[in-house]
């Protein structure tokens, strides 16, 4: 085993990974995020995250900023639809000093009502400049269209009109109800002894209270087949092809992240990248992506290109599809794109804060964390077979919604 996990009586786990450098990176992740969010309370998983660095019982805004800086260290947070995770890089010397900040902000932020309204003006600034990103909205509104109607289709920004609305009560409800210590992992990545690890967790998260609320998600109703198109003061045409796809812990996930990987996924050699960039250089930009959730996923295929040419670029990558679900995979073929694939994963360990956050995720949801061979073993068994019958189900034409931003003049 490649890391060690000690869970104190409040259900708050600690998890550790050695590793030999003078650099040592933290997490604290929380399962809360946009998609627990109450009716029209929209962005306020987002609000709270800045919020966090703002003020606390015992520290300033300057103080919570000046804490870990003062010393070369870099502290920073994001939400997503699921996660809210607070993440540190420092000179392992300073672990206690980022371990006494991370408790500090997370269990006693006081949400000073100027700070509210100042941070309201900061994100309204940033939905703004968000919309004025088309290549970024759409990814959103797509996200809206495909997920109607449900708490994974909103903006995790939230927008203007709910932002402005929020206060102190609803963001003490929303961490009553959702920053559930059971659900709580703080990660450490460095060069320990992990007995002192626990004696620091007990030491800073031992005395937080117990709170079990019981989180009620939904899972959403199947939706696609739609084509919606939305003109716009912009000089290109953006489109988003996709649909709905398999949740983290099904087993058909791996086969879908390799073929995403083949479609669109990292490097210039994607079959969508080589195909309508390189041989007919029509789109500039040009993805596939897959997002699992815990109950359910999002794939979806990105492109801008100028509009004249946009009718064949969405032909293309049908066309790309249809392969994949026609024809299945040859030896060779299916042994480089996993070749290539296992080898973007060992270089992705590089990222060392990005590995302690993804261990942390997998503890939280399923409870262990593969090591790389496990993960490699994994993606070897996936066969041709199976990958075509799930490009069959996912890229399915008949069911994926297409949309687009067009020029409006």
């Not at 450098?21 to 997490?27: G, L, M, N």
């Not at 963001?171 to 210590?181: D, G, K, L, P, R």
Request: hydrophobic share 40%.
């Amino acid at each position: 085993m490649d890391h060690q996990v000690y869970t104190l009586p409040n259900g708050i786990r600690l998890l550790y990974k050695h590793t030999v450098s003078s650099i040592a990176h933290c997490c604290f992740l929380v399962n809360a995020g946009a998609r627990d969010e109450a009716p029209g309370k929209d962005g306020l998983a987002h609000f709270i995250e800045h919020l966090l660095f703002k003020a606390t019982k015992r520290r300033s805004t300057n103080q919570i900023l000046n804490h870990l800086e003062l010393v070369g260290a870099d502290l920073n947070a994001y939400t997503t639809k699921e996660y809210t995770c607070i993440h540190a890089s420092f000179l392992k010397q300073h672990l206690e000093r980022a371990i006494d900040l991370t408790e500090d902000i997370v269990f006693h932020s006081t949400f000073p009502e100027e700070e509210l309204v100042k941070e309201k003006g900061v994100i309204l600034d940033e939905i703004s400049s968000y919309l004025d990103q088309p290549d970024e909205a759409i990814q959103d509104d797509f996200e809206d269209l495909l997920f109607a109607n449900h708490t994974l289709g909103r903006n995790i920004l939230g927008t203007a009109a709910s932002v402005s609305l929020l206060d102190k009560q609803d963001i003490a409800h929303f961490i009553a109800q959702n920053y559930n210590t059971h659900q709580m992992v703080f990660a450490v990545l460095g060069e320990y002894d992990f007995k002192k690890l626990i004696k620091l967790a007990d030491k800073y998260f031992g005395h937080i209270k117990a709170n079990t609320a019981t989180k009620n998600r939904a899972k959403p109703q199947t939706t696609g087949g739609e084509i919606v198109r939305f003109f716009k003061p912009i000089s290109q045409t953006h489109g988003v092809i996709g649909s709905q796809a398999y949740a983290a812990s099904s087993p058909q996930k791996n086969g879908l992240l390799l073929l995403n990987n083949i479609l669109g996924g990292i490097g210039m050699s994607s079959r969508l990248n080589l195909q309508i960039r390189e041989k007919y250089g029509i789109a500039y930009s040009i993805e596939s992506n897959y997002i699992p959730f815990s109950d359910t996923g999002l794939f979806t295929i990105y492109f801008g290109t100028d509009t004249e040419k946009a009718d064949r670029a969405i032909r293309l990558i049908h066309k790309e599809l249809k392969k994949l679900r026609d024809q299945k995979l040859g030896t060779l073929q299916l042994h480089q794109a996993k070749t290539k694939f296992i080898g973007q994963i060992a270089l992705g360990e590089e990222n060392r804060i990005g590995l302690i956050i993804a261990m942390a995720k997998s503890l939280l949801d399923f409870n262990r964390i593969d090591t790389l061979d496990q993960i490699f073993a994994k993606i070897n068994a996936v066969t041709a077979e199976e990958m075509q019958t799930i490009a069959n189900e996912i890229f399915d034409s008949n069911s994926m919604t297409t949309l687009l931003f067009e020029p409006n003049d």
